[in-house]
């Protein structure tokens, strides 16, 4: 499998910003953000995907992955501020954004306080349910999902939660259920997809829908027999929504319509 072509470490946010890149220097560029307890390892087969056409920057949160955090858990707005200041102090914006699960709460939430750093959206497995906002249900759910991912996912997955600790993620995903997400939807007002794997136990289909009806410019794409983790277990179909979304918005540009819907 190949690797990532670079990685670095950026101050930032109050620590050094891990993040790893893949892909053509002068391709566009499409920063990935991780779910709960996850990094920018299993975004590598999403990169691969995109790396003729596209370079894919998957930045570690603190906390996460090679990113150092505080000793406490940080809550859904201060994870997209410390997101914030990291595209900024890099130069970046506005960006192309793909986010997975609780990742997209934090892309969601950016859009909020800093518009002008969020290009066109992918929203990958947007959590989390409004009717199923319980620890335990969200467990059951993420256990239903396993058998629709690749068993290669397990790897990466066990090595990013022994980076962050169980303790980090639990307090982290306390604080993604207690983050009304369809109260922010609409402040998201570039170009957005909505994935979904239609598998994906944790994000049924009728929140799915929910979600991209809250956004101005939104719309829906199903990856048949797909589960939670379109970007490491179906890269390729994420991908070709991705440089959809892209091309798109170079038509916007050169139309000078950027922003408007697909």
Sequence with gaps: MSRWDSQEFTAAAGTRV?????????????????????????????ARALAPRAR?????????????????????????????????????????????????????????????????????GPTFDRRARSLWTQAARLLRDVPWERPSLGPP?????????????????????????????????????????ARDPVVPEAWAREVTALLPHGRLVTVPGAGHALNFSAPEELARVTLDLLREGERDEEGGNAGAPP
């Design 18 to 46: 891990h993040s790893a890149a893949l892909g053509p220097y002068d391709a566009p560029e499409v920063v990935c953000v991780h779910g709960l307890g996850c990094s920018y390892r299993y975004w590598l087969p999403f």
């Design 157 to 197: 997955l066990l090595t990013s939660y022994a980076e962050c600790g169980v303790r980090r993620a639990l307090r982290t995903c306390r604080y993604a259920l207690r983050d009304p997400v369809e109260h922010k939807l609409h402040r998201l007002r570039t170009p957005v997809v909505v994935a979904r794997g």
């Design 56 to 124: 894919t920057v998957a930045v570690d949160l603190p906390g996460f992955g090679r990113t150092r955090g505080p000793d406490h858990a940080l809550d859904v707005r201060q994870l997209s501020l410390a997101l914030a200041d990291w595209l900024r102090v890099t130069g970046r914006g506005p960006t192309a954004l793909v986010a997975n699960s609780i990742g997209c709460q934090i892309v969601v939430d950016l859009a909020v306080h800093a518009p002008e750093l969020v290009g066109p959206v992918v929203l990958n």
